[in-house]
């Protein structure tokens, strides 16, 4: 201890230590966020009646005064991302993928172009030379126009205002059907372009038709040659006749996106939910565990034996949880009958979801296959950036 | 499109047209995790937004406005870094993707081979069990 007027040496190795320290770095200093506020950050909780704590704590410096970092900048980005692929069906038209790590804005706008931006090929006019069904034509033609092709519209381009439909813009598709049930397999495919003839006023030059092909589509594309283009399901209904009925058709598809109409949109539907997790705030025993597993239509919960006959629920299977809450219900959502008393489950069950873990199921329609169409839309985001960049400099 | 002021160009707004929620919401997450690092402090990373947030004037209007207000940094700057991060983001996006389809794909293909020589090696067992069965009574006759 100093007194007053001693003077007190320093040497170079305080003067060192004091400059490099730094209180973080002492053992007892808690690092990162306290616990409430680390749930607060990274989980929805879903409470009896509305969730909270949903909205995402976005700004980098939002824990500034407690020294913790709040960004996902692109090194921890690159460390902490990972996606698993949980399935694809057998006819690899249904993808379920876990994307991990990332903010629920960017997974939204991947969800969003996945439904309204990305092209592809859909009946637009539909030519109808004779119809005596009970369907009237434009209904048949907008049934016409929701018949998903199997065609890639990358090796199509768009056909605008001033454009003559051409090989390159169009695919025709010719349908002839007496029959009682009219399905999709009947549309047969015309490589070489339009069969109607336009009138015109000449009867010495060659008859135009609707469109314009310079070359048969079998030669253009070449992945067309041996397999021709079909609509994804063969067994689509799409009018059904009486006797005596005929339908004769011509329609041609062009490229749009799904912002124009919802016709043209790849996926039958492309959605995400954040992963579930249940968490049981205090021990259920016995016949409060026995309620609970019975409770949840899910079977997330399971018994488990401790030993001396008692028994405790464990939550086994939270990914299946569908927030129906019925666990959290008064009385489990069973009747009440008179002479039981009845508990209030709240405390003992947090339903939450993890605030950056997405499970994406993509279904598509059968123009492109699930994981194209993704890698598609972070493609279209890209070039959207891009354009805003160029348009700033 | 730019609103901002000509002498302090720390703060404005942008007009990006053709836009909606996708973009805009996903920039305004990006200019709200901006950064800069900064040496020798307590904390050594410093927020480079005060402010980041985008309207929609009215639905059947296809524009977005963005607000864009920063500790200094031009605000133009900002926003193109943003754009810039989440560009990067979205193609580490892609490869991570690519390669865990890739990855399941040849997984499934590996399980679907063992599935297959099971299969042949029970049905061989099966072939072999009648064969001596049917020898077995060949004998006994």
């Not at chain 2, 293909?109 to 020898?135: H, T, Y």
Request: charged share 30%; proline share 5%; aromatic share 8%.
């Amino acid at each position: 201890m100093t007194t007053k007027g001693e003077k007190r040496i320093v040497s170079e190795e305080d003067k060192i230590f004091a400059k490099n320290f730094n209180i973080m770095d002492h053992p007892d200093i808690p690092t990162g966020l306290p616990p409430h506020l680390q749930l607060q950050r990274t989980r929805v909780l879903c409470k009896n009646d509305a969730p909270i704590h949903t909205a995402s704590v976005s700004y980098s410096g939002a824990y500034n005064a407690v020294g913790v970092d709040n960004s996902v900048k692109l090194e921890n980005f690159s460390e902490n991302f990972k996606v698993d692929v949980i399935e694809i069906s057998k006819d690899g038209m249904e993808l379920t993928f876990d994307m991990i790590g990332i903010d629920a804005a960017i997974a939204n706008a991947f969800r969003r172009i996945l439904l309204a931006e990305l092209p592809t090929m859909a009946f637009e006019k539909v030519f109808i030379a004779n119809n005596t069904s009970i369907v009237q034509d434009e209904v048949l033609a907008q049934r016409m126009g929701l018949v998903p092709i199997a065609a890639d519209p990358k090796l199509f381009e768009y056909l605008s205002e001033n454009d003559q439909p051409n090989e390159k813009n169009t695919i025709v598709f010719k349908l002839h059907a007496k029959c009682a049930k009219v399905l999709t397999e009947q549309l047969i495919w015309l490589p070489n372009g339009s069969d109607l003839v336009k009138e015109s006023g000449d009867s010495n030059s060659k008859p135009k038709t609707y469109t314009s092909f310079s070359r048969s589509q079998k030669e253009s594309f070449p992945e067309f040659a041996d397999n021709p283009i079909t609509p994804s399901y063969p067994d689509i209904l799409i009018a059904k006749l009486g006797p005596g009925h005929e339908i004769e058709l011509e329609a041609h598809a062009v490229k749009g996106i799904g912002k124009t109409h919802a016709k043209w949109s790849p996926v039958a539907t492309a959605w995400y939910r954040m992963l579930p997790e249940v968490i049981l705030l205090g021990e259920v025993e016995d016949e409060d565990a026995e309620r609970l597993v019975k409770a949840c239509p899910e079977n997330v919960f399971d018994i488990e034996d401790m030993g001396n006959g008692r028994k405790r629920a464990t939550v086994a299977r939270p990914r299946e949880c569908t927030l129906c809450r019925q666990c959290v219900r008064q009385n489990y959502g069973e009747e009440v009958n008179k002479g039981v008393e009845e508990k209030e489950w709240i405390e003992n069950v947090s339903l939450r979801r993890v605030k950056n873990h997405f499970i994406f199921k993509i279904e598509s329609t059968g123009s492109l296959p699930p994981d194209v169409l993704f890698t598609e839309a972070v493609k279209i985001l890209e070039d959207k950036c891009e354009r805003v960049i160029a348009n700033l400099s | 499109m730019e609103h901002g002021s000509f002498t302090n160009d720390s703060f404005a707004s942008f007009t990006l047209a053709e836009e909606d929620h996708t973009l805009a919401n996903a920039v305004r997450f990006m200019l709200n995790q901006e950064l800069v690092l900064l040496l020798l402090s307590f904390n050594p990373f410093l927020p480079r937004v005060t402010f980041a947030g985008y309207s929609i004037p009215h639905p059947s209007l296809e524009c977005v406005n963005v607000r864009v207000q920063t500790t200094g940094d031009p605000a133009r700057e900002v926003l193109k870094d943003a754009c810039q991060e989440l560009m990067l983001m979205n193609r580490h996006v892609r490869s991570v993707f690519d390669k865990a389809v890739s990855e399941f794909k040849v997984e499934q293909a590996r399980l679907a081979a063992e599935e297959e020589k099971k299969k042949k090696a029970e049905e061989d067992e099966l072939k072999k069990q009648r064969d001596l069965l049917a020898s077995m009574d060949i004998e006994s006759d």
